[in-house]
């Protein structure tokens, strides 16, 4: 079946501007995380939802970023005033459940670059 | 939180030579799960332990969970240059995140 995709695969803006970065599941995949993954940072986990409430926001590096997720399916990463720091790659990952452990299915990721 | 120490950070091999890449955690872990991320590509999902002691095998790769549950190993047998790319530990926290390891990148030469 379908695995998990992201679009765009890149972008590029220039430094204050919004950004959405669109993330679609497996479907039946109620569990949805975003990751960031820098070259001084590693892969850093971001938010996850749980349905459409997102129980655990601790990763979210500051008050510029946001993300949602409607009918349980397609999440968006909103990233505001963009700052050359957000530079990454944005990785979403889906898994069947919130507990488990389960194995978690990445997308492609999108790669930010602001300028 | 939970943190893991990845050893080493890199490791270039000459075909046919074994890899060992090491996860290490200063508390106990309720489990462990491994990934591989080729060049330009994203992390897919290897295997889980969960058991004190465990050991799996996936043809050339073996993972161990150590018996404290404090550490993890995955080994490669006679790599091959299919195995380029970069194995991370994760740790599962609330909510089944994910907390990475920082990755060791295998480059293998012919």
């Known amino acids: 079946g379908a695995g998990v995709s992201q679009s765009p695969s890149n972008k590029v803006t220039e430094k204050g501007k919004d950004v959405e970065l669109r993330c679609d599941p497996i479907?039946?995949?109620?569990?949805l995380y975003w990751y960031r993954q820098s070259l001084g940072q590693g892969l850093e986990f971001l938010i996850y939802?749980?349905?459409?409430?997102?129980?655990?926001k601790s990763g979210l590096p500051s008050d510029r970023f946001s993300a949602e997720r409607t009918g349980g399916s397609v999440s968006t990463l909103t990233i505001q005033r963009t700052q050359q720091e957000d530079s990454a790659v944005y990785l979403c990952a889906s898994s069947l459940l919130r507990d488990g452990p389960y194995e978690q299915y990445f997308g492609p990721g999108t790669r930010l670059t602001v300028t | 939180g939970q943190q893991v120490m990845q050893i080493p950070q890199y490791q270039h091999v000459q075909e046919g030579e074994d890899f060992t890449t090491y996860c290490n955690s200063s508390t106990t872990l309720s489990n462990i799960q491994w990934y591989k991320q080729r060049p330009g590509g994203h992390p897919v999902f290897l295997i889980q332990?969960?058991?004190?002691?465990e050991v799996k095998k996936q043809k050339r790769l073996t993972f161990q969970f150590g018996e404290a549950k404090k550490n993890s190993s995955l080994h490669i047998t006679a790599t091959q240059t299919t195995d380029v790319g970069t194995y991370f530990c994760?740790?599962?926290?609330?909510?089944?995140?994910?907390?990475f390891g920082t990755g060791t990148q295998l480059k293998v030469e012919l």
């Open positions: 332990l969960v058991k004190s002691g």
């Open positions: 479907s039946g995949h109620t569990a």
């Open positions: 994760a740790l599962t926290g609330g909510g089944n995140k994910l907390t």
């Open positions: 939802f749980q349905g459409n409430s997102a129980p655990d």
